[in-house]
């Protein structure tokens, strides 16, 4: 099967009822902060402990464009008391957070590429954690959406979701799966510490759902050829979370800061820009579509400075209003679903022949991008 045949023939998007303000998550840590270094004041003066510094949402704004983040659960995060979030844990016969906000997106995105659970025979979830180990979320969903063959969980942090598409393509394209549902059920806010000022700002949570299938069985009215995908990583411990299956036996503390998300938000930034920017110039001359004739660029949403600088090396001008859409002033980071976020929500205008990229880069280091042509 050449390139061309592979589709994707619908998109779903669960976005939380809840969000935070800046406003709120900056008053919320700072009321933490003050009564932590009230708490601790001795040992502060004495040097055996260090400050919390405030933060503000000026330079949340400014150093990221994030104005405010959905969240699954809001009960809890803005509590100087817990700050995290409050979701009780649910019987094995229930279905899980996750299983539960993957299947609200995979129904849009099947209803988009008119889709019934007959019609699929493989899901993927891919995405930065998963809440458990096994069984997989996937089948999970699988068995709630009446889908039939097989279903796996993949872990590949900000780039799951376009490693996921690419496995989806790759098996469309094999012959071993017919129509493939990807998922990315983002529940980000678990892993995100509140209580560090430097990344408390940075997460929201969020499901994405993406249809993979062959051309001739296409019905979506927004259909997109995959022309080529393309994926690469490079060991880097500059976004890390430890939390793991191995956090009883190390007697570890899983409040730990090193078990959250953490990260040297400055050299991912320079690190990270530069190999993206090469990535898509890459990947769009092996697909012989010039950068020129790219009419849309749905990048990662991880900070608006990374999505301009990359734009603009790859436009070589500032990037016209709406050409690399964001969408983390509301939404904030993610994690892998970011720039299906952006694709889901800013899609429906291109017309027929139109290219565009999709392009996440983060931890890992991973980078994972498609090249699409509208159908
Ligand atoms: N309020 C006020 N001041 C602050 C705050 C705050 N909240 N935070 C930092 N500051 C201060 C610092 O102390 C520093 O002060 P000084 O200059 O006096 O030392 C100053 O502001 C500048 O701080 P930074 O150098 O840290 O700030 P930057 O300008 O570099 O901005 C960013 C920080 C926004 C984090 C930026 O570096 C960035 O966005 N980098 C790229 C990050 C990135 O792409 N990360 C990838 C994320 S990983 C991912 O996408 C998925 C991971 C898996 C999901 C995990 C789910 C939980």
């Known amino acids: 099967m050449s390139a061309a045949n592979v589709v994707i023939s619908g998109l779903g998007l669960w976005t939380p009822e809840h969000s935070i303000s800046n406003e709120e998550l900056v008053e919320s840590y700072n009321a933490y902060a003050e009564k932590y270094n009230a708490e601790n004041a001795t040992s502060i003066e004495a040097g055996d402990l260090t400050a919390k510094p405030l933060s503000t ?93 097989f279903g796996f969980d993949m872990l590949v942090a900000c780039s799951a979701a376009t490693f996921g598409l690419q496995r989806a393509y790759e098996m469309v394209t094999a012959g071993t799966a017919k129509c493939v549902l990807c998922i990315n059920p983002e529940l980000t806010s678990p892993g995100n510490n509140f209580r560090d000022r430097d990344s408390h700002f940075i997460f929201g949570d969020v499901a994405t759902a993406t ?13 997109y050829d995959i022309l080529g995908t393309k994926t690469v990583t490079t060991f880097s411990n500059n976004i890390r979370a430890n939390i793991g299956y191995m956090v009883n036996v190390n007697q570890d503390n899983p409040y730990a800061e090193h078990n959250f998300f953490h990260q040297q938000g400055r050299k991912v930034f320079k690190e990270v820009c530069p190999m993206a920017a090469k990535h898509i110039s890459d990947h769009l001359e092996e697909t012989g579509v010039a950068n020129t004739n790219v009419k849309r660029w749905f990048l990662h949403q991880a900070n608006i400075n990374m999505n301009v600088l990359i734009a603009k090396k790859l436009l070589g001008r500032d990037p016209e209003p709406g050409e690399a859409p964001i969408v983390l002033d509301t939404y904030a980071n993610t994690a892998s679903a970011g720039s299906l976020i952006a694709l889901n929500l800013h899609h429906e205008d291109m017309v027929a022949g139109d290219h565009s990229v999709v392009c996440s880069f983060g931890a890992g280091y991973s980078i994972g991008s498609l090249v699409l042509r509208k159908r």
């Not at 249809?211 to 259909?223: D, F, L, N, R």
Request: glycine residues 6%; charged residues 30%.
């Open 211 to 223: 249809i993979v299938e062959s051309a001739e069985t296409c019905q979506g009215e927004h259909s």
């Open 57 to 149: 949402a000026a330079f949340i704004e400014k150093a990221s464009g994030i104005k405010s983040r959905y969240v699954y659960i809001k009960d809890g995060i803005l509590d100087p008391d817990r700050m995290m979030p409050n979701i009780p844990l649910r019987a094995e016969d229930e279905l899980s957070n996750q299983a539960e906000i993957a299947v609200i997106a995979a129904r849009k995105a099947m209803a988009a590429a008119k889709k019934e659970g007959k019609d699929i025979d493989a899901v993927i979830v891919s995405c930065a954690y998963t809440q458990r180990y096994y069984p997989a979320i996937a089948i999970e969903v699988q068995k709630e959406l009446g889908i039939e063959g």
